[in-house]
Nanobody
């Protein structure tokens, strides 16, 4: 199992930026894709962005495309989510997730390991 710890959440005004980080430990010798998901109060967890094991392929939800950027650190065990032009509707708990294969998907149930989440609040 891979253990995941998110950081970087906080309170920001609309139009601002935040950078989330996710550090993986434990079973890091295998190849795994990484994703970011979010869950707002009263809503289901939804896909935000994902990156392949190599870092060469990235995927985004339509709602964040052009504003968010996912990237992978050189050591492959860290993934980042740069969030620009934040909107109040981006307010949610953001979760990092790992899938034990090289390519990611957008489905919540395809990911085997999850972090505890970090709160992002965007004020209007």
């Amino acid at each position: 199992q891979v253990q995941l710890v998110e950081s970087g959440g906080g309170l920001v005004q609309a139009g601002g930026s935040l950078r989330l980080s996710c550090a993986a430990s434990g079973r890091t010798f295998g190849r795994y894709a990484m994703g970011w998901f979010r869950q707002a109060p009263g809503k289901e967890r939804e896909f935000v962005a994902a990156v392949s094991w190599s870092g060469g392929s990235t995927y985004y939800a339509d709602s964040v495309k052009g504003r968010f950027t996912i990237s992978r650190g050189n050591a492959k065990n860290t993934v980042y989510l740069q969030m620009n032009s934040l909107k109040p509707e981006d307010t949610a708990v953001y979760y990092c997730a790992a899938r034990y294969t090289t390519l990611p998907t957008t489905a919540v149930n395809d990911y085997e390991s999850w972090g505890q989440g970090t709160q992002v609040t965007v004020s209007s």
